[in-house]
């Protein structure tokens, strides 16, 4: 019997050091990232993927990031604000403006010539986010990150080198400021989701698109269409397109704090330098590609002709101030405050 006893008081203790020696691994969390953009598009491979990789090493594998791609986890590129907000996915990388009037807030800076370059409208969407969008247009969600590209320029089958050749086309815009732009110019905008982009050049539904360089490679534009032309000056750009990188409030709130804070140090002030330059950066290789075909041209418009284009593009400021003073917000002033912003960053 005392044998017996002795034996057990040995596998206690046996399995009490064994659990010494190897604790409990602690729960590891898999979150969804959805977003409409293929895994070949310079924004995954450039951005969401090293950004998913920062989360991983940084909570020691404990949190890892799942990237469904092409809207693999189905909807279309619109949906993707209301499945984040709704939990059907943790996180999500859109464009606010596939939805017009979802986010309008955020439009100043989409407006024309109000944005200078990727780092500094990045940096200034910091400051205007708390400023003004924690409790109004982002209040469904828990915020990674709003961003920009470059800006866009024409891409078109053919040339652009004054406002008067925009008259009659059909050209693609990724928001209602883009629209509004094109049909001031005497085009016909169309707001239409990036993968429709291809078929709809193809088939000569639309003969242009307002685009950055470095999404060209993921829908074919150095192949559809031949003319790419920018604006002299200081701002080459007519505008840029705001992107909402965005959690579910749920899905954050239910991380432990360890986890919170490696999300927090991966989220807003802490990436929007590395982001802002990464757009900037990745224009250099979609241009490559666009230029490694021998029909393609690149041109300068004018700059007589780009004061003309600032002149005609007055009425989409008048039209986004009575499209806010609908919902009571005083339009002006939130352009005023992005300009500002933005110059601050520019210095």
Not at 184 to 192: H, P, Y
């Amino acid at each position: 019997m005392v044998s017996r006893i002795r034996m057990s008081t040995v596998a206690v203790a046996v399995v009490a050091a064994t659990a010494v020696a190897s604790p409990v691994k602690a729960q590891e969390i898999t979150l969804k990232l959805h977003t409409f953009l293929p895994p070949v598009s310079n924004p995954v491979k450039t951005f969401l993927i090293p950004w998913s990789e920062r989360v991983a090493k940084a909570s020691n594998g404990r949190l890892k990031v799942q990237g469904y791609w092409s809207m693999q986890l189905g909807g279309k590129a619109p949906q993707v604000l209301d499945q984040v907000r709704d939990g059907v996915v943790d996180i999500g990388w859109t464009l606010p403006g596939f939805t017009p009037g979802r986010m309008p807030r955020v439009e100043p800076f989409e407006l024309p010539f109000v944005h200078k370059d990727a780092l500094s409208s990045t940096l200034a969407l910091q400051d205007f986010q708390e400023k003004y969008l924690l409790t109004t247009d982002l209040k469904d969600f828990h915020p990674l990150l709003l961003h920009v590209q470059q800006g866009f320029l024409f891409q078109t089958k053919e040339p652009v080198l004054k406002m008067e050749d925009l008259k009659g086309m059909k050209i693609r815009a990724a928001s209602r400021a883009g629209v509004w732009l094109l049909e001031a110019l005497g085009a016909t905008g169309f707001g239409l989701p990036l993968n429709e982009i291809p078929p709809a050049l193809s088939k000569g539904v639309i003969d242009g698109v307002l685009l950055p360089y470095e999404i060209a490679p993921a829908v074919k534009t150095q192949d559809l269409v031949s003319n790419f032309s920018e604006l002299a000056g200081p701002q080459p750009r007519l505008g840029t397109s705001v992107f909402s990188f965005l959690m579910n409030k749920d899905s954050y709130a239910k991380l432990p704090p360890d986890l919170k804070k490696v999300i927090d140090d991966n989220s807003g002030r802490n990436i929007a330098k590395w982001a802002g330059q990464n757009w900037i950066d990745i224009e250099v290789p979609g241009k490559k590609v666009i230029a490694s075909k021998p029909k393609n041209k690149f041109h300068t418009i004018p700059i007589g002709e780009v004061e003309k284009i600032r002149k005609a593009a007055q009425p989409v400021f008048d039209r986004y101030y009575a499209e806010m003073k609908k919902i009571n917000v005083d339009g002006e002033a939130l352009v005023t405050d992005a300009r500002a912003m933005i110059d601050k960053y520019s210095q």
